[in-house]
């Protein structure tokens, strides 16, 4: 009956997000950013579907349950921590630049080399967050449906690609606003049967009060305070976020849509760690069997109950799903390939081409689920990537004229290279068994788990201002000018005709 439901749900989404296709009208830029006419509260909508997926739910839940609330919480927080962010400082400014893709501010800041190295690290780190949620649905069909974990990702993937091969950003606009309705009804009415049936508990030490998660390192604040840091300011050079972003109407209405998404993020997903802690107690021994809420759902509530929460995951899911693959196809596109690029209007064939992209984006991404089944840890690890390499350059080179090409350089250079040698050598990955690519060695321990972050991004920091303070200021306008005023290449601003 659970899969019926869901599956029926799934199937109107599907549909919806075919029938949007008819509002591209062969236009690229109806297809990549709605054709910038998104109001406000669609904005909202959309920029709470990007961070409420599987991972910052289902992952959620899963460190909630293993670690204690903050450990869950802190997703979350780090994700709504971007969006005050965002909204405070950036939303209003890379609107009004009027590009279509994050690496485009990269090209007008900083030159071509630089935006083909961001394309190549947000398409990277957008793989591993692709994966993160390939992950959990695959987990779900192979809870309710019985299908193996692998046939369930390879499941999934198509699906994903239909809609948003078909419809685009309107697509995720269409699915994002019945993820965030569906989302609300969901969780409420799980917080209400949890307490009205079972009341909610925590283990000895792993409850919200228990502050020992945030200030002692044995109690993994540090892996805590990392996560929140690593989404805070990670997640401002998300791809899929700034296509949001350059979705809205009006610089004004995108900044108000940060604010209205950062509170409605920590609405809907904060009460899913309170719930993962009381489910512990609630399904004992089978909070090993799988990502907990799915065992709580599946053996514990009532049928309709599963059938809303599951859907409403499953959408938020699928939306980011579509706005990870919308996003990257365009980077490869727009700013690796450059199809086109000199063409005074977006061309036909940047449409054609940006939907192919697709499918080898779906196809890696798939590769990593099937290599590490982890939800809530490959969110962190994607933006911890971003953090560490073009966080620095993106928020200096906005609002500072010193630094340049060979500033920008330096802070992805470094602050990757710090980042990847303390991946390989460190066993763990934000508590977890370090399965994707570990070298044993004897210098660093667990201990480094967290730190690495920290000391990554600071790297980063160093790297740009010394960098900066030895090569020649920048001529002309200020950083924050030069975003607003610069000439973007003529396809960025000009789409076809309809």
Not at 324 to 353: E, F, Y
Not at 358 to 377: D, E, K
């Amino acid at each position: 009956m659970i899969i019926t439901g869901v599956a029926i749900f799934l199937l109107i989404l599907t549909v919806s997000g075919v029938v949007s296709a008819r509002r591209v009208r062969g236009d690229c830029s109806n297809y990549l950013v709605a054709g910038r006419a998104l109001p406000a509260v669609l904005v909202t909508a959309v920029l709470i579907a990007q961070p409420v997926d599987s991972n910052a739910t289902i992952g959620n839940a899963d460190l909630s349950a293993a670690f204690g609330f903050w450990a869950g919480a802190a997703l979350p927080i780090g994700l709504a921590l971007c969006l005050l962010l965002m909204g405070l400082f950036f939303a209003k400014r890379m609107r009004a630049a009027d590009v279509v893709t994050l690496p485009e501010y990269f090209r007008n800041r900083f030159g071509r080399s630089t935006e083909a190295a961001s394309s190549f690290l947000t398409i990277a780190s957008f793989i591993i967050l692709l994966a993160g949620n390939l992950v959990a649905v695959g987990f779900l069909l192979e809870r309710f449906l019985g299908v193996s974990y692998a046939f369930g990702i390879l499941l999934t993937v198509p699906l994903a690609l239909l809609y948003t091969i078909s419809g685009g950003m309107f697509a995720s606009v269409y699915t994002g606003v019945a993820c965030v309705v569906v989302n609300i009804v969901g969780v409420i009415s799980l917080v209400i049967w949890v307490a009205s049936t079972h009341g909610f508990s925590a283990p000895e030490g792993m409850g919200a009060g228990d502050l020992a998660q945030l200030t002692s390192s044995e109690s993994g604040a540090v892996i805590n305070w990392a996560t929140i840091i690593a989404l805070g300011l990670g997640n401002l050079v998300a791809i899929d976020l700034m296509q949001r972003v350059f979705s809205a109407r009006t610089p004004g209405g995108a900044q108000k849509a940060c604010f209205a998404a950062a509170a409605g993020l920590l609405m809907l997903c904060i009460p899913l760690s309170f719930v993962a802690l009381a489910a512990v107690s609630i399904v004992g021994d089978a909070a090993a069997d799988g990502p907990i809420l799915y065992t709580l759902l599946g053996q514990y509530a009532p049928a309709w109950l599963a059938i809303v929460v599951i859907s409403g995951l499953l959408a938020a899911t699928l939306t980011t799903i579509s706005g990870i693959l919308l996003s990257t196809a365009a980077v490869l596109i727009r700013n690796i390939l450059r199809i086109d690029a000199d063409a005074v209007i977006m061309t036909p064939r940047v449409l054609t081409a940006t939907r192919w992209a697709t499918l080898p984006m779906a196809v890696l991404a798939a590769v990593v689920a099937l290599r590490v089944p982890q939800t809530g840890i490959l969110l962190t690890l994607a933006f911890d990537l971003l953090l560490a390499s073009l966080v620095v350059p993106f928020i200096l080179g906005l609002y500072w004229s010193r630094g340049g090409a060979a500033a920008a350089w330096a802070a992805i250079v470094v602050g990757i290279g710090v980042r990847l040698t303390f991946f390989v050598l460190t066993p763990t990955i934000y508590g977890v068994d370090n399965t994707l690519f570990y070298l044993p060695n004897e210098w660093v321990s667990t201990s480094a788990d967290g730190w690495s972050t920290l000391l990554a991004g600071a790297a980063s920091l160093v790297a740009y201002l010394v960098v900066a303070a030895v090569t020649p200021g920048r001529a002309g306008q200020p950083a924050e000018e030069s975003v607003q005023d610069a000439s973007p290449a003529p396809a960025v601003l000009t789409s076809a005709p309809s």
